[in-house]
């Protein structure tokens, strides 16, 4: 393992890790906020990822199927929350994932019937083809660079949210006390549905510009979810700056596992067990990672006190 | 739930299978994979096999269709179905190895014939070979051990392979290895459905290798060559059919351009069997066949072709004349081993550009007359 191999390696968990900031984020914020598990983000990001690749092939250009795949998202999110999740905020959480769960198979079903079970066809935009040169002599794919840039520029876009708008102070009014928000004559219905299109829209930016680099398909967003899952219950659940550490910690460890363990038992075992033996361990990592820090701190890193 | 759903699953297979037969006809069950994320190659399969019934203008030959969701227990229990209450005269259609796993060794035992479309695991080639099984597609390690012979003859030295952690994973790399002479440069196993490989393209620009080998069916292909042709990495890939049909490079693009892989199909082949096959079936569905839909065109032929000579209620007429094989196969020459799995040329395709996408084209043969492992262990 040379130096400049490292490198790439760890660039590479920070993309996975901003991808998983941006599914976590809205994930965290809606459970935060409102209270509400949310099975069914998965599917925005599998509508932001349709129709990126439906309106890039249509005109051509990925940055118009980009914007309209981040607002369908927020759309098609905003119009669930209205018709469905609203119900269910008095619920248990019971009610809430069998709602949820059902909203998968609707939206799965449903993508299906629109576009066929075939894969649609999504490519990164020329002028982020090709690979730049970095220190260290690594040489990085540009659309993956540019992937980590906009993570980095949404974490500090959805900070300055929180902590300097008017609608961040709700958004905070709301995580830490329901009522007395919604007592104070805030329209909390509307805080609800914006937060939750917000959540959307991001989720379907990340299903959009990963789209581009793996396929398009039925079913891409469940695997991601679960992910993020993981990243919001290590981070603590409804904590953005969590979700933020929680995501880059599960990147980077997640990339390095799989890259690293293979070669450590390649050191006592045979080459072709040790790849096997290897990969299945590296599969769970990010799962032990989680038990971990979950025997220190059951609440997560970044635990909101309610 | 489960008594609500066995019985609304009844309901539709006794609306589906309501049509009365004749003594003299010949009743075929298919199950196969409609729907879900592996539902091309069904829908190929079946689009071929039908093609060639149409083709035949026999009316006294019925065809039974149900989706298996490729799911193993809806396969088993849709194949209990057709043999106990349908009685059907012989079972094809499934794609996955391990439904049919599930399905055909007792299919078999009850004196069904079973004609395999797609799925050829190891057991079935060997250990568990029956008189009434045939596989019309391949053993499962077939196209990756003669593409393991094509990179040796090619020259290449240090390869780089790759297959996700699974069974079909593990038998694809084993079966390259037991052709291939060079060194491997890393041997790497994949989670079964990862779609990022960032971290694996990364190791495969540090390892030197000459050229890397991939099996990644389904959409995890479609990522990892993407990625790959936007890293920068210029190490010429090779990898089975399975990785490289019509529909997976469709949705990778030009990124599959020079890419090399084997099959004992291409719809260039030149014979006339396989024009015939191609261009109705451009015609019929206006696209162009996988080898999916050769493999169910050629074992829809071989049941036709057998049944110019017996009824299958002759079951040991019927068996010899499945085993002579003696119908003209898009493959081009095709007969079976003892095992009754097929002994034929695995040919070596390139993806090239073509209109508006990319398309497979015919380059050669990789091993001529190729015949499974799996021969010795059939005690037939």
């Given at each position: ?244 550490v929680g995501a880059l910690l599960v990147g980077v460890v997640d990339t390095l596992g799989r890259v690293l363990l293979p070669d450590v038992f390649k050191l006592f075992m045979e080459a072709s067990a040790a790849s096997g033996v290897g990969a299945a361990i590296a599969s769970m990592l990010i799962y032990i990672l989680m038990a971990i820090i979950l025997i220190f701190k059951p609440n997560g890193l970044f635990a909101v006190k309610h | 739930m489960k ?211 991939y099996f990644l069916p389904g959409g995890m292909g479609i990522a990892f060559m993407k990625q790959y042709a936007g890293s920068g990495v210029d190490i010429p890939v090779y990898g089975p059919a399975f990785s490289f049909d019509e529909i997976i490079i469709g949705a990778i693009g030009d990124a599959a351009i020079g890419v090399r892989n084997t099959s004992q199909w291409a719809y260039d082949l030149d014979n006339a069997a396989n024009q015939t096959f ?78 508006d996408g990319v398309t497979n084209q015919l380059v050669g043969v990789a091993v001529e007359d190729m015949q499974d492992v799996y021969v010795d262990q059939c005690s037939m």
């Amino acid at each position: 393992m040379t130096l400049s191999l490292l490198f790439e390696q760890l660039l590479n968990g920070l993309q996975l890790g901003t991808m998983l900031f941006l599914m976590a984020s809205g994930l965290t914020l809606v459970f935060g906020v409102m209270g509400l598990i949310n099975l069914a983000h998965g599917s925005f990001y599998m509508t932001g990822a349709f129709v990126t690749a439906w309106v890039t092939g249509t005109t051509g250009n990925f940055w118009v199927g980009l914007l309209a795949g981040t607002l369908a998202a927020a759309a098609v999110g905003a119009l669930v929350e209205f018709a469905v999740i609203r119900r269910l905020y008095h619920r248990d959480h019971l009610d809430q994932v069998l709602a949820t769960f059902a909203l998968i198979l609707i939206f799965s079903e449903g993508t299906r019937w629109l576009y066929g079970s075939s894969p649609l066809w999504l490519n990164v935009p020329d002028s982020l083809a090709g690979s730049v040169t970095l220190p260290f002599g690594v040489e990085y794919p540009l659309y993956r660079l540019a992937i980590i840039g906009m993570g980095i520029l949404i974490a500090i876009g959805l900070y300055l949210l929180i902590s300097r708008t008017r609608l961040g102070m709700r958004i905070r009014a709301g995580e830490n006390d329901r009522e007395m928000i919604g007592a104070l004559g805030v329209d909390i219905s509307t805080l609800y549905t914006l937060v939750f299109a917000l959540g959307a829209g991001l989720a379907g930016l990340a299903g959009a510009t990963i789209g581009a680099l793996q396929s398009v398909q039925v079913g891409m967003g469940e695997p991601v979810l679960i992910l993020a899952f993981v990243v919001i219950v290590i981070g603590g659940i409804g904590s953005i700056k969590g979700a933020l550490v929680g995501a880059l910690l599960v990147g980077v460890v997640d990339t390095l596992g799989r890259v690293l363990l293979p070669d450590v038992f390649k050191l006592f075992m045979e080459a072709s067990a040790a790849s096997g033996v290897g990969a299945a361990i590296a599969s769970m990592l990010i799962y032990i990672l989680m038990a971990i820090i979950l025997i220190f701190k059951p609440n997560g890193l970044f635990a909101v006190k309610h | 739930m489960k008594k609500v759903m066995n019985a609304g699953l009844g309901l539709l297979m006794a609306t589906a299978i309501a049509a009365p037969t004749q003594a003299e006809n010949v009743k075929i069950g298919m199950i196969t994979t409609l729907s879900g994320g592996g539902a091309h190659l069904g829908v190929d399969a079946r689009d071929g096999f039908m093609l060639a019934i149409e083709q035949a203008g026999r009316d006294d030959v019925e065809v039974l269709i149900q989706d298996d969701a490729q799911k193993p227990d809806v396969a088993k229990s849709l194949a209990d179905e057709f043999v106990q209450r349908e009685n059907v005269d012989i079972m094809t259609g499934i794609i996955w190895s391990n439904l049919a796993m599930a399905v055909i060794p007792s299919v078999v035992r009850q004196g069904t014939f079973y004609l395999s479309v797609n799925a050829g695991p190891s057991d079935l080639a060997g250990r568990l070979c029956h008189e009434n099984y045939f596989n019309v597609a391949w053993q499962n390690n077939s196209l990756h051990e003669a593409m393991g012979e094509y990179m040796s003859t090619e020259g290449f030295e240090n390869a780089f392979i790759l297959a996700p952690n699974y069974p079909a994973g593990t038998d694809a790399l084993e079966g390259f290895k037991a052709r291939y002479t060079g060194e491997l440069a890393n041997e790497v196993y994949t989670q079964l459905g990862q779609t990022d490989y960032a971290a694996e393209i990364a190791q495969i620009r540090a390892s030197g290798a000459d050229s890397v080998f991939y099996f990644l069916p389904g959409g995890m292909g479609i990522a990892f060559m993407k990625q790959y042709a936007g890293s920068g990495v210029d190490i010429p890939v090779y990898g089975p059919a399975f990785s490289f049909d019509e529909i997976i490079i469709g949705a990778i693009g030009d990124a599959a351009i020079g890419v090399r892989n084997t099959s004992q199909w291409a719809y260039d082949l030149d014979n006339a069997a396989n024009q015939t096959f191609v261009s109705s079936f451009r015609e019929k569905h206006g696209r162009t066949p996988t080898l999916y839909a050769s493999q169910g065109y050629d074992t829809a032929r071989l049941i036709l072709a057998a049944l110019e000579v017996a009824h299958p209620d002759d079951k040991d007429a019927f068996r010899e004349a499945l085993r002579a094989a003696d119908f003209d196969s898009v493959r081009g020459d095709f007969r079976f081993g003892t095992n009754h799995h097929p002994i034929q040329d695995i040919y070596v395709r390139e993806i090239v550009a073509s209109g508006d996408g990319v398309t497979n084209q015919l380059v050669g043969v990789a091993v001529e007359d190729m015949q499974d492992v799996y021969v010795d262990q059939c005690s037939m």
